[in-house]
């Protein structure tokens, strides 16, 4: 359904407003909705867009603003409804780690759980590949679907992941390409409102935000979390979602890859219920919290036990093979990948082992120096548009607290470089990005807290 923003009525001149915003005033809902009318219908200069934007960072906004802008960019284009599925359509972001796949297995787990999940995801600008990247390593798999499929996506299966259309938030695709460049990306209610907006949009009942903390994070520490996840929750309740935030740990990497068909790999073990613990844990985690917020389950611990329910008996994967079908995959490549992943996605021509060089108990692994790798074997894009080589990336061996000895194999990397060695430099940052240590030591908990 096509929404038209709010018409505003009073005089209305853009550098007054944006001198309004420079100054440290509070603009009003029909300033902000006109604001963003005038950027969708061209009527504003990109260096007064800039301006604007650059007005916001500074000075910020008030929760009331942050709704108000969110609102105004859901209604700058389509929204979608599900009147089939009353209450029962919810979804999760991330705000991105290092070998963060949780999607992959949690729309399925959430899907066999009775949920809908119509999981609008992005695409990676940095060292590795966004979601749809991702599954875009499997064979025909397409993520370019329309509101008509998607909803026949989720009445035959229950999910579907998909890229954003151009009739959806198209203010905000505008917005984010003129923060880009005017050092603006950093504002909290920028972020808050780009993100929200997209969810917002779906038609959501219920969302839960992971709002990664820590060295292979956008937040690195936790008062950047909690405002970011404050701002967040604050405004997908303002919106009318039924919102609250997780903040978990990024100081390590999420599971044991860190790539494009590397992941979906392991994502496919965790549906076939054999994945690792680490991910398996953060799966349910967040599954547990969105079947409890939606009123589904009980308690969280009883969300997260049918979430772990869901992987281990096979219906979440199930769920999985269905929606790779139906995406284009095909049934047969779709029964392959579930069976025997490595059966129908790209590998990588050659594998170099990464040694520990030294013995003891593995203290540290710096999960941004993991992902630089990564990016530099080519698993990311430094420029949209650029090409993603989905074959490349970087395996663990060995994880946080494990024991170790000067031969113990950490890393494996999978690369397509042309004389099959792995560049020096690459090596060297490998090998630094952990430390070994005397004690015995576990792994740091991932979940830190909770904010709704």
Same mark, same amino acid.
């Given at each position: 359904q096509h929404t038209k923003t709010t018409v505003c009525t009073m005089a209305f001149r853009m550098p007054d407003v944006i001198g309004k915003k420079r100054d %440290?005033?509070?603009?009003? =809902?029909?300033? !902000?909705?006109?604001? /963003?009318?005038? /950027? /969708? =219908?061209?009527?504003? %200069?990109?260096?007064? !867009?800039? *301006?604007?934007?650059?007005? !916001?960072?500074?000075?910020?906004?008030?929760?009331?603003?942050t709704v108000d802008l969110t609102e105004a960019l859901v209604k700058s284009g389509e929204s979608l409804s599900w009147p089939d599925f009353a209450d029962k359509v919810v979804d999760k972001h991330s705000t991105g780690g290092v070998g963060d796949k949780v999607s992959l297995p949690l729309a399925p787990a959430l899907a066999a759980c009775g949920l809908k999940v119509p999981m609008i995801s %992005?695409?990676?600008?940095?060292?590795?590949?966004?979601?749809?990247?991702?599954l875009e390593s499997i064979p025909g798999f397409s993520v370019d679907k329309s509101f008509e499929q998607m909803k026949q996506l989720l009445h035959e299966v229950g999910c579907c992941i998909v890229g954003q259309t151009? =009739?959806? /938030?198209?203010?905000?695709?505008?917005?984010?390409?003129i923060r880009d460049v005017t050092g603006t990306v950093m504002s909290i209610p920028l972020i808050t409102a780009s993100i929200v907006s997209k969810k917002a949009a779906e038609g959501l009942s219920a969302l839960v935000l992971d709002v990664k903390v820590g060295r292979g994070a956008f937040c690195t520490t936790r008062e950047q979390a909690e405002e970011l996840g404050r701002s967040m929750v604050n405004t997908g309740n303002g919106a009318g979602v039924r919102t609250l935030a997780l903040l978990t740990d990024m100081n390590h990497p999420i599971g044991t890859a860190v790539g494009n068909a590397l992941e979906v790999a392991e994502a496919v073990e965790c549906l076939q219920g054999r994945g690792n613990a680490d991910l398996e844990d953060l799966v349910c985690l967040e599954g547990g919290h969105l079947l409890h917020v939606n009123g589904q389950a009980a308690s969280a611990a009883e969300g997260a036990a *049918?979430?772990? =329910?869901?992987?281990?008996? %096979?219906? *979440?994967?199930r769920k999985f093979e269905q929606m790779a079908a139906l995406q284009g995959a095909g049934p047969d490549v779709a029964a392959r990948l579930v069976q025997d992943p490595w059966s129908v996605l790209p590998r990588a021509r050659h594998i170099t082992p990464v040694l520990c060089g030294a013995a003891g108990y593995l203290g540290d692994m710096d999960s941004m120096a993991v992902a630089r790798v990564a990016g530099q074997l080519g698993a990311g894009r430094a420029h949209a548009g650029d090409s993603i080589d989905f074959a490349v990336g970087v395996e663990l061996k060995a994880v946080v607290g494990d024991p170790v000895a000067a031969d113990t194999v950490v890393f494996l990397v999978h690369h397509n470089s042309a004389d099959a060695a792995v560049p020096a430099h690459l090596l060297t940052m490998l090998q630094g990005c952990i430390q070994v240590q005397a004690e015995p030591c576990s792994p740091t908990p991932r979940f830190i807290d909770m904010i709704q």
């Open positions: %440290g005033h509070e603009l009003s =809902t029909e300033e !902000i909705f006109e604001f /963003v009318d005038r /950027v /969708v =219908t061209e009527k504003a %200069g990109r260096e007064q !867009i800039g *301006a604007m934007l650059m007005a !916001i960072t500074i000075k910020g906004m008030s929760t009331r603003e %992005g695409r990676g600008l940095g060292h590795t590949g966004g979601t749809l990247d991702k151009k =009739t959806l /938030v198209p203010g905000d695709r505008i917005l984010y390409g *049918a979430i772990r =329910t869901a992987l281990h008996d %096979g219906s *979440a994967l």
